[in-house]
């Protein structure tokens, strides 16, 4: 008989929206610092939470950027990948689809070569050493310049075989997906995949933009779906995953409080809805950190926490491995969910 579950057991799931450089803690943010005699502009790790009050969107960007000058070597990266990456297992994350952010790597002189091949150092052992599989999706800068992405595509051709997609990140109001067809055009030539933020911040036309002029296959949050029933029905009727970040929405105040979170809603539409963490160092939590407050503050029964494992497996980018999501997902179904197991 099936014991109820603790946390040694926490439910099978997969993350599939998760900025690697949104899990560097404070502690491993001043240990890196020291590392590299780096100086930062807050006294101690205390201090450095103490600033993690965000207003919206750009506040919490101006510092993750900011926080970013602690990163500097291959083993910096593989440093902060691991880290995720014993974490997410802790949480019973078996599958993550991981984002970076290279213009920001690139704009303060460290070279695609030294993150990819940083990252690579943790992901591509991890499903011996986590026991997680993973992919990497390479994010373009909405808010830089769309021949500044198409540069980046180009710096990123000699590692294709490490990277799985494209996506679209940073602040969105201002600037639509429609800026970045081309570059959409030339990753969709080289056998990428394709998401992109959009319905964080911005209007439900940009979450239309982003499946008609870019070919997205997911939508990053898509939250602001909802303003627009139409478009719902579409999202339903073509199965468009969608990855919200329900503790990120939260602390950009994208949502009043987790009570108020569309989330229930979203799947009572019939949405193809998946739970993520977005920036967990800066949010309050990881991917079973977000399950937990989702099934706390929502209500969410067994079946529908159930729901949310099995959509993580099936909005993932699997095919190159049927067998593996299989198995996940044969795990999902397997699981009991009556427990309390984030
Ligand atoms: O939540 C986010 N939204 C947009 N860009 C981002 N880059 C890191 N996190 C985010
Ligand atoms: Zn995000």
């Known amino acids: 008989m099936k014991r109820p579950y603790d946390s040694s057991m926490p439910v099978p799931k997969a993350e599939l929206h998760l900025h690697i450089e949104g899990t560097l803690e404070p502690e491993l943010a001043f240990a890196l610092a020291a590392r590299n005699g780096v100086d930062l502009p807050w006294a101690d790790t205390d201090a450095l939470r103490e600033a993690y009050r965000f207003q919206d969107l750009q506040s919490f960007l101006d510092l993750y950027y900011a926080l970013m000058a602690v990163l500097r070597t291959e083993r910096d990266f593989e440093d902060l990948a691991d880290a995720y990456l014993a974490r997410a297992a802790a949480q019973g994350v078996r599958h993550a689809e991981i984002f970076f952010d290279p213009q920001a790597h690139l704009s303060r002189g460290v070279s695609m070569d030294t993150v990819v091949e940083g990252l690579w150092r943790a992901l591509g052992r991890s499903t011996r050493t986590h026991g997680v599989s993973t992919r990497l999706i390479m994010c373009f800068l909405r808010d830089e310049s769309a021949g500044s992405a ?33 570059v959409y055009e030339a990753a969709a030539a080289l056998g990428l995949r394709r998401v992109a933020h959009a319905g964080e911040e911005g209007p439900p036309e940009y979450i239309t933009e982003a499946l008609d002029v870019l070919g997205v296959e997911r939508v990053d949050h898509g939250l602001r779906c909802m303003e627009d029933p139409a478009l719902v029905e579409r999202l339903v009727r073509e199965r468009v995953p969608l990855t919200l970040c329900p503790l990120s929405n939260v602390r950009l105040r994208t949502v009043d409080t987790l009570a108020d979170h569309p989330l229930p ?33 929502l209500g969410l029964g067994p079946e529908r926490l159930r729901e949310l ?34």
């Open 309 to 342: 494992a099995r959509n993580s497996f099936l909005a993932s980018f699997l095919e190159d491995d049927e067998e593996r999501r299989a198995r996940y997902l044969a795990e999902v179904e397997a699981y009991d969910f009556a427990g309390d197991a984030p």
């Open 265 to 297: 809603a979203m799947l009572d539409a019939g949405l193809l809805c998946t739970v993520n963490s977005d920036d967990p160092a800066y949010f309050g939590g990881y991917a079973g950190d977000n399950f937990t407050a989702v099934r706390e503050a």
């Open 150 to 182: 198409m540069a980046t595509l180009d710096a990123a051709k000699p590692y294709l075989d490490r990277i799985t997609g494209v996506g679209l990140d940073s602040a969105e109001v201002g600037h639509p997906p429609a800026k970045f067809r081309e």
